[in-house]
């Protein structure tokens, strides 16, 4: 079954502990994406990669950092959480045309921080 | 960086067509606006895309104006499970997604 996989569903943390989300897709997808959630604010992109080893910033990526070494996944890295960072996060992947003219993403289940 | 409009929330009858409004009056010339949804908390679901032309798949038609500044997504059918929240996104410059705060949609029995 095609889909993005997102691993831990729930988490809650204390501020100043490392921790690693982890997004995996099997739709062999170049692009890749990360984005949070919160109440009144909508979905926030945080970073993008086009590519293996190709990535970018999105509105918001202070505090957070992504590496792209595989295709298949795109893991978001809190080096030092706060609680301003407790969040719904969402992964998402799609084909990567170049020309714009389809980019259907497909967003995995989310995962819910909390930073204490 | 071009941004979309939303109302915050809309209600319809159940069999009824659902029209949801979306400005964007800042898009370029060559940037698409897409659809999405998300009940309840899951991921967001793509619905449809389109550029100039007006777009109908099996789950909802979009109609963009001739000045490009604004759409309308239309359900043609709303069920009770289309009740959700529903996003107009644009694409900025290399792939960034602004998805703004969307309309909450409320479909009545």
């Known amino acids: 079954e095609a889909q993005v996989t997102q691993n831990p569903r729930y988490l809650i943390t204390v501020t100043g502990k490392k921790l690693t989300v982890t997004c995996s897709q099997n739709?062999?997808?170049?692009?890749m994406s990360w984005y949070r959630q919160d109440p009144g604010l909508g979905l926030r992109q945080i970073y993008y990669s086009m590519n293996v080893e190709v990535t970018d910033k999105g509105d918001v990526p202070e505090g957070y950092k992504v590496s792209r070494k595989e295709k298949r996944n795109f893991p978001l890295i809190l080096e030092s959480p706060s609680p301003n960072q407790t969040s719904l996060y969402f992964c998402a992947s799609s084909l990567f045309s170049g020309s714009r003219s389809h980019n259907e993403q497909f967003f995995g289940p989310g995962t819910r921080l909390t930073v204490l | 960086d071009a941004k979309t409009t939303q109302p915050t929330s809309m209600d319809c009858a159940e069999g009824r067509a659902a029209n949801l409004p979306c400005n964007h009056s800042t898009i370029s010339g060559n940037e698409y606006v897409y659809w999405y949804r998300q009940i309840h908390s899951q991921g967001p679901q793509y619905i449809i895309h389109g550029l100039k032309n007006n777009e109908t798949n099996e789950m909802a038609s979009l109609i963009i104006t001739e000045d490009r500044k604004s759409s309308t997504l239309i359900l043609p059918h709303a069920t009770l499970r289309d009740t959700a929240v529903y996003y107009c996104i644009v694409m900025v410059g290399t792939y960034k997604y602004i998805f703004g705060t969307g309309t909450r949609l409320k479909v009545l029995a």
């Open positions: 739709m062999n997808h170049e692009y």
